[in-house]
């Protein structure tokens, strides 16, 4: 493999290494604690469950295409869109009412998750579409083809 495969290989370990291992695990061990912080947002419980093992097939297929490399642009769309919602669903720093008054507040720590997720979702549109947003057409025309990470490339002179 060469070094430009593995650097890609790490990036995008990185990318998810949150999700695949550590948050899927936490869901699946902790399936009761999860589900009651769902419902947190959704209140009736089968919905709760609902969206846990949702997140959690998200978690893991979708972190298991972009290592992977097999339609790793759209599972990076997928991990990106579900950043952003769980950022807006669980992070809701404006809601404690203490984020100006408070500075070690709940509302501080959950702003500096909100940006972490966004951050997060910024990450993997970049896998999407590329760096220099010269995958979004490929991407539109072939949205589930892969982008063949660990493919060996020509160095450009």
């Known amino acids: 493999m060469s070094s430009a495969a593995m650097a890609a290989l790490a990036v995008r370990c990185g990318l998810v290494l949150l999700f695949l291992p550590f948050s899927a695990l936490d869901k699946v061990l902790n399936f009761e604690g999860a589900v009651r912080q769902a419902s947190e947002t959704f209140p009736w419980r089968p ?85 220099d947003g010269s995958g979004l057409a490929v991407f539109l025309a072939h949205p589930l083809a892969s982008s063949h990470p660990y493919a060996a490339r020509m160095e450009k002179p």
């Open 47 to 131: 919905l709760a469950i609902a969206a846990i093992l949702c997140g959690l097939g998200i978690e893991v297929f979708m972190s298991l295409g972009i290592v992977t490399g097999v339609a790793d642009r759209a599972c990076a769309l997928a991990m990106a869109a579900y950043c952003a919602a769980t950022a807006i669903l669980w992070k809701r720093f404006w809601a404690q009412g203490d984020f100006w008054s408070d500075a070690g507040g709940r509302g501080r720590t959950l702003f500096w998750d909100f940006l972490k997720n966004l951050s997060l979702a910024a990450g993997f549109l970049l896998l999407t579409v590329g760096t």
